[in-house]
């Protein structure tokens, strides 16, 4: 016969203990108290049932980490989607006031020149060129009224001139191309010139030609439209003078214009269509005395 190893003798003695404690623990549970048998039986299993609590707990306490970052994971998106929305609100209320600022400059420009009859267009397309950083603007104008050759303005200033219309479409010259030339004085100094555009393809700019040496004009003075030319009504800005010297011709000396619009942002403009009889505060009819 075989003798028994030493593993079956492992758990045929625990088997027996097991068995021997199970049936001590139903002798011993008769008594109110736990007897030496339970006294025992806890005393043994207390130490595994500390480790079984203990894991319990951080178990426990991982879960509740999992659902409390979860949580903030959560209320992080919602504040994310809320920002991006309070953005896209901004975002358009700053168009909105841009727009605002931009139709309540021509509305003053309208007070401002009611001997004037304008009409407002919008700027639907810029044309432009490799030698020139915006050639000519395009303007929604509509039916009827305007003509070529008629004066664009902005709130700024002078723009240019209608050069072609075709159907309801209107495209301009402005005043810093080299086609374009206007009779122009100087606001403080009184001298007189011409404001040719010089076509440059890095800013925009004009020339003052015929500018007589004799009379000192400095750099920062405005510089206004005298309506000789038959063309702009007298007084529209046309810029401001931002150099005086360098290249000179007998008795003239030279001068830089930059316009005090921005020609590569418009949106909206006026087409000057005519005098309208009254002086520019629209307080009286022109030749009435004040």
């Given at each position: 016969m075989r003798a028994p190893t030493p593993v079956r003798r492992t758990w045929v003695a625990g088997?027996?203990?097991?068995?021997?404690?199970?049936?001590?623990?139903?002798?011993?549970?008769?008594?109110?108290?736990?007897?030496?048998?339970?006294r025992a039986v806890i005393g043994g299993v207390a130490p595994l049932q500390g480790v079984v609590t203990r894991a319990a707990l951080a178990v426990r306490g991982v879960w509740l980490d999992y659902a409390a970052l979860r949580g903030v994971r959560d209320e992080n998106k919602n504040l994310q989607e809320k920002l991006k929305h309070l953005q896209a609100q901004a975002a358009?209320?700053?168009?909105?006031?841009?727009?605002?600022?931009?139709?309540?400059?021509?509305?003053?420009?309208?007070?401002?020149?009611?001997?004037?009859?304008?009409?407002a267009a919008k700027v639907v397309s810029r044309s432009t060129s490799p030698y020139f950083r915006v050639l000519s603007l395009e303007l929604e104008v509509g039916e009827g009224s305007v003509a070529e050759g008629m004066p664009v303005i902005a709130p700024g200033g002078?723009?240019?001139?209608?050069?072609?219309?075709?159907?309801?479409?209107?495209?301009?010259?402005?005043?810093t191309d080299p086609r374009s030339a206007?009779?122009?004085?100087?606001?403080?100094?009184?001298?007189?010139?011409?404001?040719?555009?010089?076509?440059?393809?890095?800013?925009?700019?004009?020339?003052?030609?015929?500018?007589?040496?004799?009379?000192?004009?400095?750099?920062?003075?405005?510089?206004?439209t005298t309506g000789d030319d038959g063309r702009y009504p007298r007084g529209l800005v046309v810029g401001?003078?931002?150099?005086?010297?360098?290249?000179?011709?007998?008795?003239?000396?030279?001068?830089?214009?930059?316009?005090?619009?921005?020609?590569?942002?418009?949106?909206?403009?006026?087409?000057?269509?005519?005098?309208?009889?009254?002086?520019?505060?629209?307080?009286?009819?022109?030749?009435?005395?004040?």
């Open positions: 088997v027996a203990l097991i068995l021997l404690s199970l049936a001590l623990l139903q002798f011993d549970r008769h008594g109110i108290s736990p007897g030496p048998v339970g358009q209320a700053a168009d909105l006031e841009a727009e605002n600022d931009r139709l309540r400059r021509l509305i003053d420009l309208g007070d401002r020149r009611k001997d004037l009859r304008l009409r002078v723009v240019g001139q209608v050069r072609t219309l075709v159907g309801s479409r209107a495209e301009v010259l402005l005043l206007i009779d122009v004085v100087l606001e403080d100094s009184r001298a007189l010139g011409v404001a040719v555009g010089t076509g440059e393809k890095d800013r925009y700019a004009a020339k003052l030609e015929y500018l007589q040496r004799s009379i000192k004009a400095r750099a920062g003075e405005r510089v206004l401001e003078v931002s150099a005086v010297g360098g290249e000179t011709s007998g008795p003239f000396q030279a001068a830089t214009v930059v316009p005090q619009v921005d020609l590569g942002a418009l949106d909206e403009v006026f087409i000057v269509l005519g005098p309208s009889g009254l002086s520019p505060e629209g307080d009286r009819f022109e030749g009435e005395q004040p």
